[in-house]
T-cell receptor, first 115, second 115 residues
């Protein structure tokens, strides 16, 4: 079975600082990896996904993530935080069965951005 | 706005009762997913339908059931409700059946409170 672990339930950064949200995965087969963002009182929105093409994946809102097989990691980064980035971020893993797939989510990391 | 609609937005009911949550996918999407988000369990995949057929099952209790109708809307039925069923229930939709190839779009959720 596949799983993801997000290190740090809360991360606080200053506006303009680097954002680094950590995600490690466990999967017995090559995984598909995702980062989602959830703003207060809203559903989830896909930031980016890794599907075995390029290991450095660029997403929306200036976010990117790098797939590192040797470290079983898929950390999310953004060079310069903005106040609007304050939200909860979820890492997720999926393994396709061929005709369907399901996402297994991490426990989430709440990002706070301070002035 | 993702294009996925969920009704009702809020639902308050008593233990032992039965409720039905409704989801209308984005126009053209054939796949519907249901998720539960609670403080205890985090974000968990419940079940997936694709074009009316069940395709994948997650941690869905036997007291819960779902279906997808010919017009592609879906309903999640929760019965014999317990306090622990209080959660935010999300519906997501996508064009195809696999998350690696087809982005999931999440609805705003239905907040269920069991008293």
């Amino acid at each position: 079975a596949q799983s993801v672990t997000q290190l740090g339930s809360h991360v606080s950064v200053s506006e303009g600082a680097l954002v680094l949200l950590r995600c490690n995965y466990s999967s017995s087969v090559p995984p598909y990896l995702f980062w989602y963002v959830q703003y207060p009182n809203q559903g989830l929105q896909l930031l980016l996904k890794y599907t075995s093409a390029a290991t450095l994946v660029k997403g929306i809102n200036g976010f990117e993530a790098e797939f590192k097989k040797s470290e079983t990691s898929f950390h999310l980064t953004k060079p310069s935080a903005h106040m609007s980035d304050a939200a909860e971020y979820f890492c997720a893993v999926s393994v396709n069965t061929g005709t369907a797939s399901k996402l297994t989510f991490g426990t989430g990391t709440r990002l706070q951005v301070t002035l | 706005d993702s294009g996925v609609t969920q009704t009702p937005k809020h639902l308050i009911t008593a233990t032992g009762q039965r409720v039905t949550l409704r989801c209308s996918p984005r126009s053209g999407d054939l796949s519907v997913y249901w998720y539960q988000q609670s403080l205890d369990q985090g974000l968990q995949f419940l079940i997936q339908y694709y074009n009316g057929e069940e395709r994948a099952k997650g941690n869905i209790l036997e007291r819960f059931s779902a279906q997808q109708f010919p017009d592609l809307h879906s309903e999640l039925n929760l019965s014999s409700l317990e306090l622990g069923d209080s959660a935010l229930y999300f519906c997501a939709s996508s064009v195809g059946p696999t998350v690696s190839s087809y982005e999931q779009y999440f609805g705003p959720g239905t907040r269920l409170t069991v008293t």
